[in-house]
C-alpha cells in the first residue's frame, strides 16, 4: 500500500444515503482473486445503463468528476455485507479517501486495513462538502497527521483517527507488513525453539 501524511485532491460527491457494499461492488464481480481490477465495476448498477454503456446522469460519469480522489457520501455509507471488495473497487478507482456522516462498522475497519482514509464528520459539514462537491472543480486537503480536512474557501473540520491507523495509514502499512517488520525477530524465536527439541 502506499501511504500519504497529506493528500489534495479532486472531491466528488454522491449524495445518497445507506450506500450498500453491494452497491458499491455487485456480488456478480467477486469471483476475483486479486484484490485489484475492481475499480471497473465500482457502483455497476448506477454507472452502467442496460446495454453497459455509461450513464450519463450517474455522478461518477460526467466529464467534471472524472480523476476524483475523494468521496464525499451521505449516511450509513458501506451497510450490508461485510464484503472487503468493497474498498477494494474503492481504491482500484482511484479514492484514497472517503468522508461521511457515518459508515458501517465493519466497513470503516475494512477500509483501514487497505489504505483508504474513512472520514466522520457531523451532518452538516458532510451537507457543506456534499453541495460543494457539486460544483467543480472542487478539491479538499486531508492531513492525516493533524486530523484535519480543509478547502481553499474556509473549510475546515477535525476528524478522529487512533494513533494505531494513523501511523498505519501514513506509512502505507498493512498488518502482513507490520508482522514481517518483526521477520528476525520471528525466526530468532523459531530458531531458539528448534534448538530445545
Given at each position: ?11 466528488v ?22 484484490k ?25 460519469n460526467?466529464?467534471e468528476?472524472?480523476g ?46 487497505n ?22 472543480p ?39 507488513e ?12 523459531e ?7
Open positions: 500500500m502506499s501511504g500519504f501524511t497529506t493528500l489534495t485532491g479532486k472531491t460527491a454522491l449524495d445518497r444515503v445507506n450506500v450498500d457494499t453491494d452497491q458499491i461492488i455487485p456480488k456478480q464481480f467477486l469471483k476475483r482473486i486479486e485489484t481490477g475492481f475499480g471497473q465495476f465500482l457502483f455497476y448498477g448506477w454507472r452502467y445503463l442496460e446495454d453497459d454503456k455509461l450513464n450519463p446522469e450517474f455522478e461518477l460526467q466529464p468528476n472524472q476524483a480522489s475523494i468521496l464525499v457520501a451521505n449516511e450509513n455509507f458501506g451497510c450490508g455485507s461485510s464484503r472487503e471488495h468493497a474498498p477494494w473497487a474503492l481504491l482500484d478507482y482511484g479514492f484514497k479517501v472517503v468522508i461521511a456522516p457515518s459508515f458501517a462498522d465493519i466497513f470503516y475497519q475494512n477500509c483501514l486495513k489504505g483508504i482514509v474513512p472520514i466522520r464528520l457531523e451532518k452538516e459539514k458532510v451537507e457543506y462538502l456534499l453541495s460543494a462537491a457539486k460544483k467543480q472542487y478539491e479538499l486537503t486531508v492531513n492525516i497527521e493533524e486530523e484535519i480536512v480543509s478547502d481553499s474557501q474556509g473549510f475546515k473540520a477535525s476528524f478522529p483517527i487512533s494513533d494505531y491507523w494513523k501511523k498505519m495509514l501514513v506509512n502505507g502499512w498493512d498488518e502482513i507490520i508482522t514481517l517488520q518483526l521477520d528476525e525477530a520471528i525466526s530468532k524465536y530458531q531458539e525453539k528448534a534448538s530445545v527439541k
